[in-house]
């Protein structure tokens, strides 16, 4: 990490290392205690001032406690209502959960419906396409297909347009986030889980469209 002074420079371990020693000697101190370093150095020593590795720890124990209650919701007719992205187990599947929705009939449910309803209870959810296009293809298992009928909209197509397209084709170009951090605790988890299983049973229909238009950035009324 650092060439100045150290052959072949410093791991991130060794740098954790350096830092951990200069947090016992600060707290050995009765009085404040004014440090100088680099911007780098001290960025290091403030995630172990706070303890970074119980942070982990604790933010891996809510994320596998979500997945957990997640995978196990179900409607009435048994199916899952809710398909998880990435790793479902409860080993190292890291602070982000990305999610969708889906009907007692496996249809999808409007990720943008769901994130106006969870603002309306004061929830903050990520949402919206993938980042990385090739890993939002491979989630939803978009094919060539899916492509060509965007394509076919010719110049005038959006991406509220295209989502429109693969939900018709029983896809979706885009998920649901939900992520942990510092101040998450185990109160805003079983929210999300009692917001989440609130959908049992519910469809497209009962839930409403989205009202807001990302192609405009205009609310919808009334049909447009």
Known sequence: MFRDGYPGGETAGQVAARADRVVKRVRAVAGDVLLFSSAEFLKVLAA?????????TRV???TNWLLNRLLALRHRNGRALVRIYGPASSFMPGGTVTMNFYDPDSHLLDY?????????Q???????CFCNPGAGEWAEGL???DMLAGISEGMDITQPRFLRIVQHRGKSAGAIRVSFGLVSNFSDVARFVEFATSFRDQTALT??????????????????
């Open 112 to 120: 943008r419906r769901i994130d106006e309803l969870a603002g309306l």
């Open 207 to 224: 839930i409403g469209e989205a009202t807001f238009d990302i192609d405009s950035c205009r609310v919808i009324r009334d049909g447009g």
């Open 143 to 145: 094919t060539e297909d």
């Open 48 to 56: 172990r001032w706070i303890g970074m590795d119980a942070i982990q």
């Open 122 to 128: 004061g929830i903050s959810l990520r949402t919206g």
């Open 60 to 62: 891996g124990c809510l």
